[in-house]
T-cell receptor, first 114, second 114 residues
């Protein structure tokens, strides 16, 4: 248990569905992240929230919409996804301060788009 | 710009023999470097980190890594492999700009044969 919890662990959705991924961190960190991990590809950073403000958006399609209502919670809202969006979606948190600290990762949500 | 290259996509060793996973980085700053491990269908777990203190870093499960600035390397080693070490390993760099952004290598799959 890393202190970062993601739900659901598995999700199958159709291309016309709307669903949300949830991430919660219990570590008191001030930054949260969404990563996408596809087979045979490096981890891709999707979004960064620092102090609840989005500070990075790496050219992610608008069918992915993040939300960070407070420093402990992060959501990824999904709509009209494509089959190529099937992947493991990982949430992470870290404390961004004077010195760099490591990120702690959740177990991930395995998303399958049919 | 910062980047990290893992020189081997797949490494196979016999149980009880040494492990060497190679990583080279590129950074304009003094970077922080990490190694993470990912077991099948799990999130990422931090093995060890380098943050400009001792150049030889010891981590969990008997792993260690040495930061060599002259070679821009941060190779991961373990004297004796266990079957439970079979997993995907990621070398990660973060710039000193302190956004918390992590830059991942492509990953190395470690296979341990009995």
């Amino acid at each position: 248990e890393t202190g970062v919890t993601q739900t659901p662990r598995h999700l199958v959705m159709g291309m016309t569905n709307k669903k949300s991924l949830k991430c919660e961190q219990h570590l008191g960190h001030n930054a949260m992240y969404w990563y996408k991990q596809s087979a045979k590809k490096p981890l891709e950073l999707m979004f960064v929230y620092s102090l609840e403000e989005r500070v990075e958006n790496n050219s992610v399609p608008s069918r992915f919409s993040p939300e960070c209502p407070n420093s402990s919670h992060l959501f990824l809202h999904l709509h009209t996804l494509q089959p190529e969006d099937s992947a493991l979606y990982l949430c992470a948190s870290s404390q961004v301060a004077g010195t760099t600290t490591e990120a702690f990762f959740g177990q991930g949500t395995r998303l399958t788009v049919v | 710009a910062q980047s990290v290259t893992q020189l081997d996509s797949h490494v196979s060793v016999s149980e009880g023999t040494p492990v060497l996973l190679r990583c080279n980085y590129s950074s304009s700053y003094s970077p922080s470097l990490f190694w993470y491990v990912q077991h099948p269908n799990k999130g990422l777990q931090l093995l060890l980190k380098y943050t400009s203190a001792a150049t030889l870093v010891k981590g969990i499960n008997g792993f260690e890594a040495e930061f060599k600035k002259s070679e821009t390397s941060f190779h991961l080693t373990k004297p004796s492999a266990h079957m439970s070490d079979a997993a995907e390993y990621f070398c990660v760099v973060t710039p000193s700009s302190n956004t918390g952004k992590l830059i991942f290598g492509q990953g190395t799959t470690l296979q341990v044969k009995p």
